[in-house]
């Protein structure tokens, strides 16, 4: 199955805030030591089922036994709050519903703040949950190649064919695809791709290149790729080697 799995972690440890803090409930319990222990998720986007989410948060409630609130904010806003039973241990929220516990639901690409509130409101942790989302990402690749024919006689064409195409969603590239002879660029081509969220059953573009070759002996093929304004800017793809005869043998 092709699939395109995008990873979001947190991009520091976790940060304490507000210990000691009292809570307000009538037990009167001490709420020091809650700490957002784990937080990832990854966003994919499948061909033949769409967007995939799966992923996971880790509330270690320490002392704490009083009911808690999750809260996902984005650029300040709240787009997600989920009650936490507290039991003292750890207590886990999910993204997707192929998981269990709460659903978190869909996360969109950028940043987003993780943090834990007590019953009187007071803010016990936070964290930062960096989401590199699938529509963030988008990579140039190399498919489709070929060559024909396998051997030749010095001075006889060799074509090759290949495909570039984008992986990702939204935007798209300008890019120049080189194929080598060994380690020696013998054709350039440049061209622009737009991106889209399957990662297979697009066209992209096709090229065809000719080269003729002087002396005898095997030759790998190479192509490859480079782009502009894509977060996976190179792609190398082996083609395979030419063997290639002295005229008359």
């Known amino acids: 199955m092709n699939r395109r799995a995008l990873l979001a972690s947190l991009t520091s440890a976790p940060l304490f805030v507000g210990a000691g803090c009292t809570s307000s409930s009538p037990s009167n319990q001490s709420c020091g030591s809650v700490s957002i222990s784990r937080a990832s998720v990854e966003v994919d986007y499948e ?38 039973e507290s039991d003292g241990e750890l207590w886990s929220s999910s993204f997707g519903s192929e ?9 969109g690409p950028g940043d987003k703040k993780i943090q834990v509130r007590g019953p009187d409101g007071d803010v016990l942790a936070t964290d930062t949950l960096r989401v590199d989302h699938y529509k963030d990402d988008l990579a140039v690749e190399v498919r489709d190649t070929d060559f024909q024919p396998e051997t030749v006689v010095v001075g006889e064409p060799v074509t090759v064919s ?20 060994g380690d020696t660029v013998v054709e350039r081509r440049n061209g622009s791709v737009e991106g889209g969220e399957c990662e297979y059953g697009r066209e992209g573009t096709a090229f065809e290149a000719t080269h003729t070759f002087e002396k005898p002996g095997e030759y790998e093929l190479t192509v490859d790729v480079i782009a502009e304004d894509v977060t996976e800017p190179w792609f190398s793809r082996p083609i395979g080697t ?8």
């Open 47 to 84: 061909c033949d089922y769409g967007t995939r989410v799966d992923g996971k948060i880790l509330v270690r409630s320490g002392d704490c036994e009083t009911n808690l609130t999750l809260e996902l904010l984005d650029d300040g806003d709240v787009i997600r709050s989920v009650d936490i």
């Open 99 to 107: 998981t269990p516990g709460p659903d978190l639901g869909t996360v």
């Open 242 to 249: 030419v063997t290639v005869e002295a005229s008359g043998q």
């Open 162 to 181: 290949f495909t570039v195409l984008m992986v990702g969603s939204g935007g798209g590239g300008r890019y120049t695809a080189r194929l080598f002879v």
